[in-house]
C-alpha cells in the first residue's frame, strides 16, 4: 500500500476543485459550455449534494457555494438551460443517482442502461411486478398510461390518477422519481399547467433512446460498471469503496470485482492519509 502523508489532501483538494470546475476561469458561461463539462465529465449531479463529493452543474457555474433561494442569483441559468435542453436528446437529465437529479452525457448512458435491467422491460413486465409487489400501484398506473397515452406532464398525471386510483400527490411523486431511477421514464419537456404554470412533461425511456437502449445490450455488467468508475475517479481522482456504495447502490461483491479489474490494470491504487481510518481508500495514478 502506498503511504500517501503529507500534503495528499491538499493534492486532492485541488485536483477536485479543477475537475468540479470551482476556480472563476473554469467556470460555465454557456449552455454549450455545460454540454461540453457533461461530456467531458460523464456525469455530473444537477445540484450540489449535501455529504456526496461529486460535480455539479451548479458549482461548475456559481462557484462552490450553497444553492440559494433566491430565484434571481445568476447561478440559477442553469435551470434554464437544463429546460432548454429537455427533450433534445444532447444529454440524458433524470433523478437518477441518490434520487437527484442527475445528467449523464449520451456517450455514458448506454453503460447505465447496461446495468438496468428495467430499462427493456415491457408493460406486461410492470404488470407482473405489480402483482409481486415489486412496485406500488401508481407506478404501475403511470407507466400504463404513458404507454398508452403517449407523453404526460405531471398535472394530468396527477389528476388522472387521483381520479379513480384516490393516490395522493405525495405517492405520486414518489412513483415519478422511482420510474425515473429504474430509467423507466424520463423528463422531456416543460408544461405551462399546474398552478406554477411549471410542469415536467414525462416519456418513456424506450420512446427517446431506443437505440442507445439496443446498443447497451451489447455491453456486458463488469464492462459498464468498469467504464462507470473510469469516469467517477476521474471526477474524484480518490473514493474509497463505501463511497461508491453510497453513490451508486451496487452490491459490495459488484463493487470489488470492478476494483479489482482496474488494480490489476494500474488504473488505480490503494493509498492511506494520515489521521484517516479509511483502509479501502482508492486514488487514480496521477495524484500520487
Same mark, same amino acid.
Given at each position: 500500500m502506498n503511504d500517501a502523508k503529507g500534503n495528499l489532501k491538499e493534492i486532492i483538494q485541488q485536483y477536485q476543485s479543477r475537475t468540479f470546475r470551482y476556480p472563476p476561469e473554469l467556470r460555465l458561461h454557456s449552455k454549450e459550455d455545460a454540454l461540453k463539462f457533461v461530456e467531458e465529465r460523464g456525469f455530473v449531479f444537477f445540484w450540489p449534494i449535501k455529504g456526496i463529493d461529486?460535480?455539479? +452543474?451548479? @458549482?461548475?457555474?456559481?462557484g462552490n457555494r450553497p444553492v440559494p433561494n433566491n430565484h434571481d442569483d445568476p447561478g440559477h441559468i442553469t435551470w434554464r438551460w437544463k429546460d432548454k435542453l429537455l427533450g433534445k436528446k444532447r444529454w440524458f437529465y433524470a433523478k437518477l443517482l441518490r434520487r437527484k437529479s442527475t445528467i449523464i452525457s449520451l456517450k455514458m448512458i448506454p453503460f447505465f442502461f447496461a446495468l438496468n435491467h428495467s430499462v427493456h422491460e415491457s408493460l406486461d413486465d410492470l404488470l407482473y411486478l405489480y402483482k409481486r409487489g415489486k412496485i406500488s400501484i401508481e407506478e /404501475?398506473?403511470?407507466?400504463? +398510461?404513458? @404507454? +398508452?397515452? $403517449?407523453?404526460?406532464?405531471?398535472?394530468?398525471? /396527477?389528476?388522472?390518477? $387521483?381520479?379513480?386510483? /384516490?393516490?395522493? #400527490? #405525495? =405517492?405520486?411523486? =414518489?412513483a415519478l422519481d422511482l420510474l425515473q431511477c429504474d430509467f423507466r421514464i424520463m423528463p422531456i419537456g416543460i408544461s405551462e399547467n399546474g398552478r406554477w404554470h411549471y410542469s415536467f412533461i414525462y416519456n418513456l425511456v424506450e420512446n427517446i433512446h431506443p437505440k442507445l437502449i439496443q446498443q447497451s445490450k451489447q455491453i456486458k455488467e463488469d464492462q459498464a460498471r468498469v467504464e462507470i468508475l473510469r469516469a467517477f475517479y476521474r471526477s474524484n481522482g480518490v473514493a474509497s469503496q463505501k463511497e461508491i456504495k453510497k453513490l451508486f447502490q451496487w452490491d459490495e461483491p459488484a463493487i470489488k470485482s470492478t476494483i479489482d479489474i482496474m488494480v490489476s490494470k494500474d488504473e488505480l491504487v490503494k493509498v492511506s492519509i494520515e489521521g484517516n481510518k479509511v483502509d479501502d481508500l482508492l486514488s487514480i495514478p496521477a495524484l500520487i
Open positions: 461529486f460535480p455539479s +452543474l451548479w @458549482c461548475a457555474t456559481a /404501475k398506473e403511470i407507466y400504463k +398510461l404513458l @404507454c +398508452l397515452e $403517449g407523453a404526460q406532464d405531471s398535472i394530468t398525471i /396527477k389528476n388522472k390518477l $387521483g381520479t379513480f386510483q /384516490k393516490s395522493s #400527490s #405525495s =405517492r405520486i411523486n =414518489r
